[in-house]
């Protein structure tokens, strides 16, 4: 009787899953319209009052996207003052809803990548998988890893898309 060989095993393709880099934290939003004179106008004695008096201590820790949900224009110098005040109490704070925020987490997550531990190597981009990486995330593995890998694939190692091969 033959042995059964795995010929995937034996291949050295390393597989990278990007779901391992994934922002698993909560996200919140600031929203500046609730401070907002008719939730139109912008005062900025009020609104530097209600900054100064809101309790900060409900971002501790937390990630954290600063919007206005209003259709209303809002000097950049308000976005500005939110930040100083979530700053030292956020984990992470950025301009832009949830999704957004969460996909500036992920390209740094990735962006922290040592590449070099694939240098010269068959990677296959992991396809499938729970939580939905994104296009984005794709791009960006791809824009990070195809100046050092001998070859990267998408999908499984049983079942791969060559996407690009050193020549």
């Keep these: 009787m033959e042995?059964?060989?795995?010929?995937v095993a034996q291949s050295g393709i390393i597989t990278l899953d990007l779901?391992?880099?994934y922002p698993a934290e909560e996200i919140v939003e600031f929203d500046l319209k609730q401070y907002l004179f008719m939730e139109m106008i912008l005062k900025e004695k009020d609104?530097?009052?209600?900054l100064q008096g809101l309790d900060w201590?409900?971002?501790?820790?937390?990630n954290v996207g600063i919007i206005c949900s209003a259709d209303a224009v809002i000097p950049f110098w308000a976005y500005m003052l939110v930040m100083t005040y979530l700053e030292?109490?956020?984990n992470f704070a950025a301009f832009g809803d949830k999704?957004?925020?969460?996909?500036?987490?992920?390209?740094?997550?990735?962006a922290n990548i040592d590449v070099n531990e694939y240098s010269d190597k068959r990677?296959?981009?992991?396809g499938c998988g729970d939580k939905g990486a994104g296009e984005a995330a794709y791009v960006e593995i791809t824009r990070l890893l195809r100046p050092v890998v001998k070859s990267l694939m998408y999908g499984e190692p049983c079942?791969?898309?060559?996407?690009?091969k050193k020549k």
Excluded: C, G, W
Aim: avoid cysteine; charged fraction near 30%; glycine fraction near 0%.
């Design 88 to 90: 030292p109490v956020a």
């Design 159 to 164: 079942s791969t898309v060559p996407i690009y």
């Design 123 to 126: 990677v296959v981009i992991k």
């Design 99 to 110: 999704k957004h925020v969460h996909q500036v987490q992920f390209m740094k997550r990735l």
């Design 47 to 50: 609104f530097r009052a209600a």
């Design 3 to 7: 042995e059964i060989v795995n010929k």
């Design 57 to 62: 201590e409900q971002y501790r820790n937390k």
């Design 19 to 21: 779901e391992d880099y």
